[in-house]
Each structure stands twice: as C-alpha cells, then as structure tokens.
C-alpha cells in the first residue's frame, strides 16, 4: 500500500467529523466490550481470534473517532486508546471491514445494549470508500453499474435478445401465443426490476416471475433502461454512487409512469432501494415500492393465483437473507408462501431473525481476494442445510443463490437450489390447465 496523503485521510475524517445525525457518534460511544457478540459472528466462530469479534471492528471505527474528533484524544491519544488513522490502520481496516464481515446483522441482535455494529462497519467502509479504499474487485462491480446500467454490463442488445427467447418459452408453456413479457410500457401498474445475475445466469427466474405474473392477470413490465435492483455501492460504502444508482431507478419509475415498484428477489438491492433509497435521495417516493415476495403472498391470499401443493413434494427448507429478514422485517410471508406451495416445508435451525448468514453478503461474493476465508466461513451453513434432510434450499435473494450454489458444490450437499419465484411458478395451476401445461 502506497502512503496515504494527509488530503486523503482527511477525506476519509468527513465521515466522522460531519455526521447529519448523532446516530454514529451515538453507538461508537457505546459498546461496553461484553463480548457478547463474538459467538453471533460467522468469522469468530470460524476463526476464533479476537480481531474478528465484531467489537473489534466497532473499536477499530471508535479509537480513529477519539483520536481526531475527542479532546483527550487529540492531547493523550495512548490514554484512551485513540489511533492515528494512518497506513496500517488503513490496511486493518480494509482487512476487517471489507475482508471479515458480511453486514449481516446477526451480531446486532445479540448486542446487550443495541450497537448497530452492521451501521458502524457501512460508515467505517465510508471511510475507505472516501479515501478510494474500496477493494477493486468490489469497486469494480459497482462502476459497472454506474457506466453500463447494471453490475454484470450487460448490453441492451444482448440483454432484450434473452427476454425475447424466454418469453417464446413461456409462451409455450402456458400454451398461450399471447402471454407476453413487456418491456418500456408506460401506464402499467408493476414496474419489475431483475438482477443482472438472472438474464447472466439464472434465466429461470425471469420464466418463474413471469408465469406468475400471467396466472396473476398482471399489468406489469420491465425497462430496457434501468432494470438493475442492486446497488454495490450500498456494499462498497460510497454514499455519492449509492445515491446515483437509486436516482436512476427514481426517474425510470416516473419516465414510465409506474405506479408501483416490484423488487426482484435481491436482499440489499431491497434494502438499498426501498429503506435506504429516500435517505439516499433526500426524498420521499411517490410510488409504493416492495418485494416480489411480498406481491406473491398477496396474490396467493386473494386468490389471483392457484396452487397445487403436490407439484414441489421433495422436502424444502429456507434460508433467510440477513436484508430481507433481519434488517427488512419480512420474516413471516416467504413461510406463508411455501406452505401453500410445496408438501414438505422444514426450517433451518437456527431460523428467521437469527439465521446464519450465507457468507456471501457484504460484497463477499465480488471480492475475490477473500475467496479463501468467505468458503471457510460458509461451512456454517453447509451444516445447517445437511441438518435438515431437505432435497430442494429455497433463497429469495439472488445473491444468496450465487453462495449456496458454490457452498453446494465445495461442501457436495447434493441439494438443488430454487428462488421462491421458481417453487411458486413449478406449483401453479393455469385455468384449463389440462390444454395449458
């Protein structure tokens, strides 16, 4: 690491020193160092040594804190354990807030007092993302999106030629030459956005929302424009890019005149767009904005789709995004879901609220210098899905698909991975279904 100029760490010191509110310097100040969070920590309980207690890292924020922003560490730094924010401090910092932490959550639950420590690592990232201390390979992915539209770069020819061919395959499944999968219409009540991983690699997913859309009878469509629901600056902590990208899908909302956004199966593009979305723009959204689980729990409760359990007999267990489940709150309709729509549902232990993380969040997954420490951690999980019996791990959220997917082949679990779009569309009864299916 080259070494860093006085401008550069000054950069990096906004972030502390002009907070818009006193949450940060609120739970810096906070942590008691009971210890109580290292057990709620994937990386500790991989890798027990101290510098991977999730206290660590809020100590880590909290010491650069009191040695520029306290009196008493601007004259007896060693006192109070202040640290100048300088070369090695910048190299532990990228190594523990990227490289060992996947802002699941899970440490603040057990926190005995409340520290939002996942907030505590986003600013520290801020930090580093200030100083252009992003790892490149995450850095990477985010300014892809911002130059091409979405993080896998895709082109629009490349990208309109795949709806084309999976919406001839719907229309041969529901043996319908009408069933359509509709691109720029305006007036439509759904705008849908994807993740770039699903017209890249998991095309499937698109079919599965797209049937359910046709059982449903719904008007919806997708831009060609701005269709990516995920945000890595969200991940990388520039607060400036996460603002442009939630911006962009803000005025194709408006250009197209949707009245509600639906968001593709994604736990941070949920979080980035629809909770931290109006902070990030300073303002408040004119349209609602929530999860294709959501809308398909809803759908299933009005009777605008039919289902037929008997379709998904193989054993099926879930795994809870940390974003959608413990920071998003939406816990209860993905169960609700399957338990219409497969004959056999059995949970993780432990679930919900305080599910194990995959390991593939944070960014993880586009950092490939922590490749080696990300699959160390994930056998945590390996373990919990072989402890279920299932045959078929149901995640709603793509980039949990993309880790259990690598955890499946390194750890052989032989399980088959699904969406939850994917088990609602295999559990659907078309009308006349004997001439549809």
Known sequence: ???????????GLKVLRQPKDSKLL????????????????????????????PATKVDLVASIYRRYCTFTGRTMPKLVGARDLNDETIEEMVDLLYGACTMCGRCNTHCSIGVDISYIVRMGRAMLANMGMVPETLQKTVNAALETGNNMAISDTDFVETLEWLEEDLQFEVNDDDAHIPL??????????????????????????AK????AGESWTIS?????????????????????????????????DAKNCVLAECGHGSRAFRWEGPNYIEKKFPFEVFTSIELMAQYIRDGRIKLDPSKNPDKVTLHDPCNLVRSGGILNEQRFILNSCVMDFVEMNPHGDDNLCCGGGGGQLAMSEYNERRMKISKLKADQIKATGAKVLVAPCHNCVDQLTQINVYFKLGVQIKTVAEIVADAIV???SENKE
């Open 1 to 11: 690491m080259e070494k860093i100029s006085k401008e550069t760490i000054e950069q």
């Open 26 to 53: 609120t739970h810096l100040n906070s942590c008691v160092h009971c210890g109580l969070c290292a057990e709620s920590c994937i990386y500790y309980r991989t890798m027990p040594e101290a510098k991977f207690i």
């Open 184 to 209: 720029n219409q305006k007036g439509k009540t759904m705008l849908y956005t994807l993740n770039p991983r699903e017209p890249k690699f998991f095309p499937l997913s698109i079919s599965a929302m």
């Open 212 to 215: 359910v859309f046709y059982a």
């Open 224 to 256: 060609t424009k701005m269709y990516d629901v995920t945000n890595y600056a969200y991940y990388s902590g520039h607060l400036d890019e996460s603002k442009v990208i939630v911006q962009r899908l803000y005025d194709e909302m408006e250009n197209l």
């Open 430 to 432: 078309l009308e006349n």
